[in-house]
């Protein structure tokens, strides 16, 4: 049996309560861990003391009443966002801040845009 997946649809991507798959074309997350050196009397230790998560999104720009909008929004009031990034076995799940929102649009009309979040998110297997 073939197997079809459409672009988007693999990953549930929810702002707030709303949740969005069709726009979303691409999306990446980025783990940025913080490790210190301390020096100890007989060895070194490497703690963890920080972990930033960036998100990057590619989707279809859906004016203002759909993802975009939504992100604009939290842009605009430099509030967090309460983010779900849902796929079949594992969900990230956080509070995020959007750093950057770019909407690109070409002379046939095909607009998309592209944005990127910071914060903290966790990765739990779906149950």
């Known amino acids: ?4 997946s459409i672009t988007g649809a693999m990953f549930t991507v ?4 709303t949740p969005y798959s069709e726009q979303v074309t691409e999306g990446t997350v980025t783990a940025t861990p913080t490790v210190s050196r301390i020096k100890t009397i007989g060895d070194v230790a490497y703690p963890l003391t920080d972990l930033v998560h960036t998100v990057k999104f590619g989707y279809l720009y859906d004016e203002e009443a759909g993802f975009h909008g939504a992100l604009n929004t939290g842009a605009i009031a430099g509030a967090p966002l309460a983010v779900v990034i849902a796929s079949a076995g594992a969900d990230w799940t956080g509070t995020m801040y959007v750093e950057n929102l770019e909407v690109t649009f070409t002379a046939d009309g095909v607009a998309e845009g592209s944005a990127e979040l910071i914060g903290s998110l966790t990765l739990a297997a779906t149950p």
């Open 1 to 4: 049996m073939a197997v079809m």
């Open 14 to 17: 929810t702002l707030g309560e």
